[in-house]
C-alpha cells in the first residue's frame, strides 16, 4: 500500500537524529537547536548539522505578523512542520502545540499532536506549562508521541504573566520552577525547553532532571541551547533584540541592500543585462 503520508517522515537518511539520540546527548555534547518555518531555512540548518529544528508557533510572529503566539492555529503548524520537514534529512523536526490545541482535553491532545506527526512529518511535539501538562505529557508519550516540554516564560501565558518576563526570580518560583520539571521528566519528556530563567535555576534543573535542557535566556549550563531563526539572523530589529540574543549576521541589511539596488537597477534599465537575457 502506498502510504503518501509517510513521504513526509523525516529522518530520511543515514545518521539522522532521533528522540533517543537526543537524549543520550545528556553530558556528552551541547545540542545546537534553532526554530525555522520553511524549506529552505530548514535545508540550510540541515546542512550545517544542527540537531533539532523546532517549528515553534514563534512563526506567528516572525512569519506571520501577529503580536504573540496566541492567534497561531494547528492548520499554521502543520503547513509550516510540512514546509521544514521537506527540506530536511538528518535533523529532528519537533512542532510547536499551538494555544488551545492541548489544553482541553488529552484526547484533543493526542489528536492534535498525532495530525502534526501524522500529517505535518514532525517526529516529536513540544507543549508549554509545567506540572499541570504532566498528565497530558503521560498520555502523549503512552501514545506513541515524543513530547518535548517548555517552562519558565512560556510565551502562550504572555496574558497570565503579564508580558514577557524572566520567570524563576523569588525562591518560591524557583522550587516549583524546579518540581515542574521533575514532573515532566517523570511523565516521559525526552527534552526540555527551559526559557527566560536565571542561569543558576536553570543549571540547578539540568543537574536535577536526566534528560537534556535546551535553554533560551537560561545561561550557559543547559544542556543545549536554542535561539529563534529571525534573532539568530539579524531579521528582527536590533533595538528589540533580547538580550540573550546573538546575531550571527545581518541579514535583514543585507535583504534591504539587495532590494535597493535590484530597485536601482530596474529603475535604471541595467536590469535585465544582456547575460540575463534569451
Ligand atoms: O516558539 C518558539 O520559537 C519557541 C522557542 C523560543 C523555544 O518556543
Redesign the pocket.
Known sequence: MTRPDLAATPNKAKGCWTVSRIRKQKGVAPIAVL?AYDATTARYMDEAGIPII?V????GMTVLGYES?LPVTMEDMCHHTQAVVRGVRQALVVA?MPFLSFQVSKSQAVAHAGRLLKVGGAAAV?I?GGAIRAETVRHLVANGIPVMG?IGLT?QSVRAMGGYKVQGRSAESARALVADAVALTEAGIFCL?L?GIPAPLAAEITRTVKVPT?G?GAGPDCDGQ?L?VHDCLGLTPSAATPRFVKRYAEVGDTMRQAFAAYKDDVEGRRFPAPEHSY
Request: proline share 6%; net charge negative; aromatic share 0%.
Open positions: 526554530t523546532l515553534g508557533d514563534s512563526l503566539t510547536d513540544k508549554e517548555h510565551p525547553v526559557e535546551i533560551i536554542v529563534v
